[in-house]
């Protein structure tokens, strides 16, 4: 059975890095054509993409995210971790990170998602 579950801080405070990882289980992140992403959902507001990295190692960002965005992959332990730096309370939102066939498309596994408040 797939799996994806995200871990780490559920407060960070503003201008630190928030680092989440998510360990998949069931399937192997370097899965020809697919992609380990992750997403967020501020409250009140719908999904947003924040990036991707492939099976052969690429990454890609969202635009507006990409100046402060960093997505790794430990291939090793199956997991594949996000880095968001200067973090500001804009940066509330309940985190998931997923697999998707295409950029910002195509999603058939997710995580439960982890709450992350940016908060002094």
């Known amino acids: 059975q797939v799996q994806l579950q995200e871990s780490g801080p559920g407060l960070v405070k503003p201008s630190q890095t928030l680092s989440l990882t998510c360990t998949v289980s069931?399937?192997?992140?370097?899965?020809?054509?697919?992609?380990s992403s992750w997403i967020r959902q501020p409250p009140g507001k719908g999904l947003g993409w924040m990036g991707a990295i492939s099976y052969s190692d690429n990454t890609d960002y969202s635009p507006s995210l990409k100046s402060r965005t960093s997505i790794s992959r430990d291939t090793s332990k199956n997991q594949f971790t996000l880095h968001l730096s200067s973090v500001t309370p804009e940066d509330t939102a309940v985190y998931y990170c997923?697999?998707?066939?295409?950029?910002?498309?195509?999603?058939?596994?997710w995580g439960q998602g982890t709450q992350v408040t940016v908060s002094s």
């Open positions: 997923t697999r998707e066939r295409e950029l910002g498309a195509g999603y058939d596994y």
């Open positions: 069931g399937v192997s992140i370097t899965t020809t054509s697919y992609y």
